[in-house]
């Protein structure tokens, strides 16, 4: 397929969801053996004045920041200041859990790779709430019954104390299963001003960004000292009609800044990306030695059926002999996606200004363009599996993310299959495996798996990165 035709086929296939889902602006650019091969802005960086984005328009990046924070520790590694296989308590003795044994074996490790046993809390919230108070767009949320009367989290210490508090299930043992934290990523950046005595946004300003010459990179958006950043917008439901509004107030926590709140130009964000291309080096300077970035894009934890993780990246064979190593990033105003194949030579970001932006779908628009796959080609396939109806009551339940997610699983008597419902949405469920499902939402396949406990009884659902807990009825 020539430049011409994959670049017409995915802009074609982009502007179609884009439209549709009503995304105010969108950059997406690729680079291959580090020079830049595609860029593309859709939409508005700023709607309502009909500003376009460019290459130096800074964006939020959301949990793509943890990657950086993996780099931090990894250099620190380097140094000899640190062990990723340290306890966490060596650094932060006030981090407590449950079970004392329990929290005594969790390590840096662990954290990095979202294995401490830390079900998904409710902590992140009111790490934002000083920030969400002024946002008239945050009120429905901050009056949640999870979050609502909740004291602001504005510390490490804090947020260590918060998480002791809780009245929680641990998920296994240290490093036995997945589940998406923030917390543990939050309090990485406490580890590092530990170790190190400097704030963390000082480290990664003077260790990463600066050497890279990653100008448009900032914590704070007023850093900037020009206009040319996005615009947020959020997503509401009016009388039962999705509205796409303004809404340029910039969350922001204090105590979880090293999980997700650093915002970046797409350029700066293809120098990165360089790093796990070339094996620590990008724009002729080393930030990491090959064998700390082969550590981090190593899949230590096993997610689903398809995906892994390593430190602050998920890792997965893309096709034979590619491997896609990528992040995403969300919050509000904010989805993002940092792709490298390493085998490929690519490299690319796809940076948006709301936060609930098919994301995925455009990741996997660009690779099939890129690599001439037909539009609708999944990242994987499975043969399928067969679960005799009867079987499929034992699924059934309602399962609640400390985050406020909450999912219904129901068996459907007339159509002999799972749903899932989720809000106003209800999917099908397909099985793929033995307590695996996958169900396709927009042309893309999302898998998800039940968790079972010791005595076989299904406890928890991970759906997308999180293991849900089941609660009562």
């Known amino acids: 397929m020539s430049v011409q035709t994959w670049e017409h086929t995915f802009e074609a296939y982009a502007q179609e969801l884009i439209d549709e889902l009503q995304v105010p602006g969108a950059i997406v650019a690729v680079a291959r053996d580090g020079q830049l091969i595609y860029e593309k802005s859709f939409g508005y960086r700023d709607r309502e004045a009909l500003i376009p984005a460019d290459l130096d328009t800074v964006f ?18 380097e140094e000899g200041k640190l062990s990723v296989h340290d306890p ?9 859990t449950p079970d004392e044994e329990h929290t005594s074996q969790v390590t840096i490790h662990h954290f990095m790779t979202h294995t401490p046993g830390l079900p998904p809390l409710s902590s992140l919230i009111p790490a934002m709430q000083r920030s969400m108070l002024d946002d008239p767009d945050a009120v429905e949320l901050l009056q949640h019954p999870e979050f609502a009367g909740k004291e602001p989290i504005d510390t490490f210490e804090q947020l260590m104390a918060y998480i002791g508090e809780q009245p929680i299930e641990l998920l296994g043992l240290p490093g036995t299963e997945f589940s998406y934290s923030n917390d543990a990523y939050a309090l990485l950046g406490a580890i590092i001003e530990r170790v190190t005595g400097q704030i963390y946004e ?4 003077e260790r990463i960004l600066q050497p890279l010459g990653m100008g448009r990179s900032v914590f704070f958006i007023e850093e900037l000292g020009d206009d040319n950043h996005s615009t947020l917008y959020a997503a509401k439901n009016k009388d039962g009609v999705k509205e796409v509004v303004r809404s340029p107030i910039w969350w922001d926590s204090p105590s979880m800044r090293a999980a997700g709140f650093l915002k970046a130009s797409a350029q700066d964000m293809l120098r990165y990306a360089e790093l796990f291309r070339t094996g620590g080096t990008s724009q002729g300077v080393r930030i990491l030695s090959e064998e700390s970035v082969k550590q981090m894009v190593t899949p ?25 190593v990528q992040h995403t990033g969300g919050l509000k105003g904010i989805t993002a996606q940092m792709l490298i194949l390493p085998e490929a030579g690519l490299t690319g970001i796809i940076l948006t200004n709301v936060g609930d932006a098919p994301i995925l779908e455009l990741t996997l628009g660009l690779l099939n363009s890129l690599f001439s796959r037909p539009q609708g080609t999944q990242f994987a396939s499975f043969a399928d599996y067969d679960i005799p109806f009867a079987q499929m009551k034992q699924y059934e339940g309602m399962f609640k993310s400390g985050e406020g997610e909450e999912v219904k699983i129901q068996a459907d008597e007339e159509s002999e299959q799972l749903q899932l419902r989720m809000g106003d949405e209800s999917l099908l469920l397909r099985p793929i495996g033995e307590d695996e499902f996958r169900f396709t939402r927009r042309g893309v396949d999302t898998l998800v798996r039940f968790v079972r406990n010791q005595a076989g009884e299904i406890k928890r659902f991970a759906l997308g990165s999180r293991q849900m807990p089941k609660v009562k009825a």
């Open 60 to 77: 939020g990046i959301g949990s793509i920041t943890k990657s950086f924070t993996c780099i931090a520790i990894m250099q620190l590694q």
């Open 88 to 96: 966490v308590v060596k650094y932060l003795p006030e981090f407590q």
């Open 300 to 324: 230590h934890a096993k997610v689903d059926a398809v995906r892994g993780y390593g430190y602050g990246l998920g890792i997965l064979s893309f096709m034979d002999g590619v491997r896609l």
């Open 202 to 205: 000082s480290f990664v300003q």
